[in-house]
């Protein structure tokens, strides 16, 4: 299993940027994906960003194409998540996840969460 810490969330007007980061530990000798997801007030957890074991493959949700870019720094156990362009709707608690395997969307695919973030987008 891995722990993941999340980090970098805020308060921050609508157009402006984050960086979120999540810091792994445990098994972390294995490949994995890994992913940020998002639970907005009152609604359902949902998929934003996902990344394979290498980085070399991406998706993201069509809500933040283009203003979000997932990265991973593999020697620092670290994953990443820059967010421009921010909008009042991307107001949320990130997490981060991780699985070992390929990149995949779907919540119940991933064993290893964080805590989460709150991101908060001020109009």
């Known amino acids: 299993q891995v722990q993941l810490v999340e980090s970098g969330g805020g308060l921050v007007q609508a157009g402006g940027s984050l960086r979120l980061s999540c810091a792994a530990s445990?098994?972390?000798?294995?490949?994995?994906?890994m992913a940020w997801f998002r639970r907005a007030p009152g609604k359902e957890r949902e998929f934003v960003a996902a990344i394979s074991w290498i980085g070399g493959s991406t998706y993201y949700a069509v809500s933040v194409k283009g203003r979000f870019t997932i990265s991973r720094d593999n020697a620092k156990n670290t994953l990443y998540l820059q967010m421009n362009s921010l909008k009042p709707e991307d107001t949320a608690v990130y997490y981060c996840?991780?699985?070992?395997?390929?990149?995949?969307?779907?919540?119940?695919?991933?064993?290893?969460w964080g805590q989460g973030t709150q991101v908060t987008v001020s109009s």
């Open positions: 445990g098994r972390t000798s294995s490949t994995y994906a």
């Open positions: 996840a991780a699985q070992p395997g390929a990149l995949d969307i779907a919540t119940t695919i991933y064993g290893s």
